[in-house]
């Protein structure tokens, strides 16, 4: 069973920022593309920001793109989403996610391409 366990959010004010983590636990083989989604009260899941399994390959949505930066560790197992110049409007339930078995330097921007999902954890920027 494939868990995706997070840590980090909390509540900051605008213009600082923020470091999200997720870790991926139980798979054993194969590679994945990692995600991270967010969701605002009354407001879809939206896509923030994907990269493939070894890194190369990333994207952004144009709401973050310059100010997020996403990443992957040595190990391939772990993604981290650093947040800088935060905004008001960046407040949401942020969610790693994991694809299925996928090329090395395959990326998904669809929230249906992700099969595997973290708990979620809350983001707030003050104003």
């Known amino acids: 069973q494939v868990q995706l366990v997070q840590s980090g959010g909390g509540l900051v004010q605008a213009g600082n920022s923020l470091r999200l983590s997720c870790a991926a636990s139980g798979r054993t083989s194969g590679s994945y593309a990692m995600a991270w989604f967010r969701q605002a009260p009354g407001n879809e899941r939206e896509f923030v920001a994907a990269i493939s399994w070894i890194g190369v390959s990333t994207n952004y949505a144009d709401s973050v793109k310059g100010r997020f930066t996403i990443s992957r560790g040595n190990a391939k197992n772990t993604v981290y989403l650093q947040m800088n110049s935060l905004k008001p409007e960046d407040t949401a339930a942020y969610f790693c996610?994991?694809?299925?078995?996928?090329?090395?330097?395959?990326?998904?921007?669809?929230?249906?391409?992700?099969?595997?999902w973290g708990q979620g954890t809350q983001v707030t920027v003050s104003s």
């Open positions: 996610a994991a694809s299925g078995t996928t090329g090395w330097n395959t990326i998904y921007g669809e929230i249906n391409d992700y099969y595997y």
